[in-house]
């Protein structure tokens, strides 16, 4: 079914769309659109985060509904800490080529796509905040245009 004219003529946030939801899809979230992704030839979008809804014919932004959108309270450790003891003694060698900033990318990109397996290169900053890999090795800036820039300018 699909979304009301008046639903969508709402002023909300640029790049964001609207999707009904509910028993009687009758509830409508306000969705941001963070990019796309070719998929058999043609552009399909990625959504990102829920930023607002609409209720009585107003946008009314998450802030306002007291959700939270603050830091993870548990990050994933476990399988992160492991392969950490397992392949931290790689680092030295990297360090031989590459200065320590570098290294530390290198690094955290690594452990990310083996403990996340077929993980995209714009889900890495998001994994990385909610996993252990964060307090190991602060500060690594593992954002999609970082990662997409950093591993073009090593091939």
Known sequence: M??????LA?????NTVVHAYGKNKDHYSVVSRVGCKYQDGRRVPIN??????????TFIP???NNVSQSEPDIKDWANIKLCDEVFKDIKNELLKVFSSSDVDKIYCISILRV????????ELQGAYKR????????DVILSKNIVSAFLNSRV
Request: hydrophobic share 35%; with cysteine; net charge positive.
């Open 2 to 7: 699909p979304i009301p004219k008046e639903i």
């Open 131 to 138: 996993s252990f890999l964060s307090e190991l090795y602060p």
């Open 115 to 122: 403990c996340y397996h077929k993980i995209k290169d714009y």
């Open 62 to 64: 998450i802030e306002s």
């Open 48 to 57: 990102g985060v829920t930023v607002g809804h609409i209720i009585n014919l």
């Open 10 to 14: 709402v002023a909300r946030p640029k």
